[in-house]
């Protein structure tokens, strides 16, 4: 490969995800770009991110075309040194795979004997991961610059309706730094991304960490002692997004009859994306557990007159009933653990039930890519109000396609509540690997006997399906009746808690 040439292949997006679609390219062929500029819009089974430039230069080539599935690895953008001549494409061949790229900090930084030495420890840091910068979390130059071309209007196939620029071509959108990535006197300009993502992931500030590597860099260790001090995560503030586009359908030809039922077809949809990760989850947790399911009324009018107490004297304050049932649920898993476990199976055929120190507690999110499960963690450690504002923030991440893997991949039980669908119940298929899930039906007036007498009240219906290799009947039915009692009688359940 040409020394004037850098080509950056798809990075490894984590949490098993092996492909992405390319939904937009930012840039073409021609542009001069900086470090850390966007240069792609991708689709994952777990949301949907920019990928920013690790290079500076001129793109020479770009690899793909928008609706392509891409696999991880695989050359994603050609880029030309500053100086060097574009005009050569061919001359980018594909870095080979596994290998990182001698100089990915060289853009913008003194060839100086520390700013040597601490690329080195970047290239020994990224070496324990996937040699590629992750998507969403920077690279070693941080933010220079601006997106230099508009994103694209998007086109629904189904419909032939175009839909308007997301945003006016002459106004650059500058995107955000990462938080972090320079810190003045800590050479922060070549902290490894992975260290950069594992700091994210768990709300930890690089600005308060002093580093233990040369120079003062922060390495992996520095942010694993930092998260073992408890902090408080603010909600991140609402920004501008850009919505999914609506899956492509396959182009068929006109008046194609179905074999099996003699009907025209009017459609072929590609299985893709979070489509395509649920298919997959759903299908193998229905085939390796052997779920059993229990349900109960319960007569939920003193959690809404509770609530509607507490509107009253906060109007804006005030948590929603999710809420009050998540916590109800995380005090629940502290009495019955075992529902709060996951069931390997090793290599060798040996079993194991894992417990865990703590709830990240799912909860299922209906997004315009599909259903899923961003996870709050550590949620036995909030209160009812400090779980309504993650569950909140959660969901419009989730909904934006914004939610980070570890944020989507990250519970080990899951809340449902499809009584939002006007539904009562649900036989629920577990959300693998956990082992348990709570669902949670419309609450409607009911008929129901109160101290003898006839009375219409507030009721609705939950359904616990759980893993019947971790425990019996007796243990989820004692979960289950333990949350249907802290919601009949809220301000006791709580005053325990």
Request: charged share 20%; aromatic share 4%; proline share 7%.
């Amino acid at each position: 490969m040409s020394s004037d040439m850098q080509v950056f292949k798809l990075p490894d997006l984590g949490e098993g995800l092996t492909e992405a679609e390319l939904v937009n390219w930012l840039v073409a062929v021609g542009d001069e770009i900086v470090v850390d500029q966007p240069i792609a819009e991708v689709e994952t089974a777990k949301s949907m991110v920019e990928v920013p430039s690790p290079y500076a230069g001129t793109v020479a080539e770009l690899h793909g075309e928008a609706g392509q599935t891409l696999d991880v690895g695989k050359p994603l953008i050609s880029i030309a040194r500053a100086g060097a001549s574009a005009a050569s494409p061919a001359a980018a061949a594909p870095v080979p795979a596994g290998s990182v790229d001698p100089s990915p900090v060289s853009s913008g930084l003194d060839a100086s004997p520390a700013a040597e030495a601490a690329a080195e420890t970047y290239r020994t840091e990224e070496k324990a991961g996937s040699g590629n910068v992750l998507i969403g979390y920077g690279t070693p130059g941080g933010v220079t610059g601006g997106r230099t071309r508009p994103r694209k209007a998007s086109v629904s196939v189904a419909s032939s309706v175009v839909e308007p620029a997301a945003e006016p071509a002459a106004v650059p959108v500058m995107e955000p730094s990462v938080a972090g990535t320079r810190i003045p006197g800590k050479l922060s300009a070549v902290i490894s991304p992975l260290v950069r993502k594992m700091a994210r992931d768990h709300g930890v500030s690089l600005d308060a960490i002093e580093g233990s590597g040369t120079s003062g860099l922060i390495m992996r260790r520095d942010v694993e002692a930092a998260i073992t001090v408890p902090a408080t995560r603010e909600p991140a503030p609402a920004a501008s997004r850009v919505s999914a586009p609506a899956p492509a359908i396959a182009s068929i030809d006109a008046g194609a009859v179905d074999s099996r039922t003699g009907l025209s077809v009017s459609a072929r949809t590609p299985v893709r994306g979070v489509r395509k990760a649920v298919a997959a989850n759903m299908t193998r947790s229905r085939s390796e557990i052997p779920e059993a399911t229990v349900w109960v009324d319960v007569d939920a009018t003193a959690l809404l007159e509770m609530r509607a107490e507490l509107k009253k004297r906060a109007p804006h304050d005030t948590p929603g009933l999710l809420a009050f049932i998540a916590r109800f649920v995380t005090a629940g898993l502290k009495k019955y653990p075992a529902l709060n476990t996951r069931f390997e199976t090793a290599e060798d055929g040996t079993q194991e039930i894992v417990g865990f120190e703590g709830v990240n507690l799912g909860f299922a999110a209906q997004t315009d890519r599909g259903l899923v499960v961003p996870s709050v963690r550590n949620a036995h450690q909030l209160s009812a109000r400090e779980l309504d504002a993650e569950i909140r923030r959660l969901t419009a991440v989730a909904r934006d396609g914004k939610a980070t893997p570890t944020e989507l991949g990250s519970g080990t039980f899951t809340l449902n509540n499809y009584g939002v669908f006007g539904v009562d119940g649900s036989a629920a298929i577990i959300n693998y690997p956990e082992v348990a899930m709570l669902g949670v039906g419309r609450i409607i007036d009911k008929p129901w006997v109160v101290n003898g007498e006839l009375a219409v009240r507030k009721v609705t219906e939950l359904t616990l399906a759980f893993d019947h290799r971790v425990c019996d009947g007796e243990t989820a039915a004692g979960f289950l009746r333990y949350v249907a009692d802290a919601i009949e009688n809220p301000g006791g359940a709580l005053a325990d808690m």
